[in-house]
């Protein structure tokens, strides 16, 4: 019934930037925090940044500076414009938000990942 769909990974060079988009699809009523996680390879997945309805924004400290959240509440998106990337932030990054769907219920969904990888 919802769906969030990722777009704009892909492969750059340590420096560049990229900029990640998410769509909250289907029977979406409304939309609270929206976020963005990240896995890299034998990780555990971790929080990057995360945005309130109200547009209050936390970051990881180690994207704090290099990292902006962003949303659009009329059109149920959620931005990450990625600065300065680091081959570190290597890793699949997930769209992450609660969703206001039938019978004004909540729930919790995700994205199905898209690939950064920031070559050195």
């Known amino acids: 019934q919802v769906r969030l769909v990722e777009t704009g990974g892909g492969l750059v060079q340590a420096g560049g930037s990229l900029r990640l988009s998410c769509a909250a699809s289907?029977?979406?009523?409304?939309?609270?925090?929206m976020g963005w996680y990240r896995q890299a390879p034998g990780k555990q997945r971790e929080l990057v940044a995360a945005v309130t309805s109200g547009g209050n924004t936390n970051y990881a400290d180690s994207v704090k500076d290099r990292f902006t959240i962003s949303r659009d509440n009329a059109q149920k998106m959620v931005y990450l414009q990625m600065n300065s990337l680091k081959p570190e932030d290597t890793a699949v990054y997930y769209c992450?938000?609660?969703?206001?769907?039938?019978?004004?219920?909540?729930?919790?969904?995700w994205g199905q990942g898209t690939q950064v990888t920031v070559s050195s």
């Open positions: 289907g029977i979406v009523f409304r939309v609270n925090d």
């Open positions: 992450n938000a609660d969703v206001m769907t039938l019978n004004n219920r909540w729930s919790n969904y």
